[in-house]
């Protein structure tokens, strides 16, 4: 069974950093793309980034490049999300998503229940 | 970046009627690119259909996904209990990735 837990939310103030992590279990994580998707409260559903199965590409929205970088790490099965100089409207449930094959131009066929992240002094 | 419009933004229906849900797109989403999930308060979306009209693993045949280039539809033909959530159309085809606002389907 595809399993995908997400850490490391919390308050944090503004322009502090957080790491974000997505334990992933129960299928062959070296061989999928996997993104973060992100849900400010009471609001629909914000891409935030790709990363290829290998960790070679990575693409980000345009509101978070240059803040957070994507990375994965294959031999603990697990994708990191890296926030700096978070703001206000960083504000958000953070959920990690597989995807349906190792590009990341493909489906998320199962995502994570999400880690809620608040940017507040 | 492909802005994706969903409409109507709600829909109100009683259980057993067909609801159709719009998804436009601001230009052509490559190769039917085009995803469906459906979202429950409090809990995380789940897949329901991909590459525009293929359903995904253990979803029922009364959903069901159509169009290509800038116009996609989900069609539910016989609303259950169940199927009461929002939906949100994905294209996956180009970076950035983009989801639509939703749509609300809820219970009149």
């Known amino acids: 069974e595809v399993q995908l837990l997400e850490s490391g939310g919390g308050l944090v103030q503004p322009g502090g950093s957080l790491r974000l992590s997505c334990a992933a279990s129960g299928f062959t994580f070296s061989s999928y793309a996997m993104s973060w998707v992100r849900q400010a409260p009471g609001k629909g559903l914000d891409w935030v980034s790709a990363?290829?199965?290998?960790?070679?590409?990575?693409y980000h929205a345009v509101s978070v490049r240059g803040r957070f970088t994507t990375s994965r790490d294959n031999s603990k099965n697990t994708l990191y999300l890296q926030m700096n100089s978070l703001r206000s409207e960083d504000t958000a449930v953070y959920f990690c998503?597989?995807?349906?094959?190792?590009?990341?131009?493909?489906?998320?066929?199962?995502w994570g229940q999400g880690t809620l992240v608040t940017v507040s002094s | 970046e492909i802005v994706l419009t969903q409409s109507p933004g709600t829909l109100s229906l009683s259980p057993g009627e067909r609801a159709t849900l719009s998804c436009r797109a601001s230009?052509?989403?490559?190769?039917?690119?085009l995803a469906w999930y459906q979202q429950k308060p409090g809990q995380a979306p789940s897949l329901l259909i991909f590459?525009?009209?293929s359903r995904a693993t253990g979803i029922p045949d009364r959903f069901s996904g159509s169009g290509s280039g800038t116009d996609f539809t989900l069609t539910i033909s016989r609303l259950e209990p169940e199927d009461f959530a929002v939906y949100y159309c994905q294209q996956y085809g180009s970076s950035p990735q983009t989801f639509g606002q939703g749509t609300n389907v809820e219970i009149k």
């Open positions: 998503a597989k995807a349906g094959e190792y590009s990341v131009y493909d489906k998320l066929d199962y």
């Open positions: 230009q052509s989403v490559s190769s039917s690119s």
């Open positions: 590459g525009a009209s």
């Open positions: 990363i290829s199965a290998a960790g070679s590409t990575t």
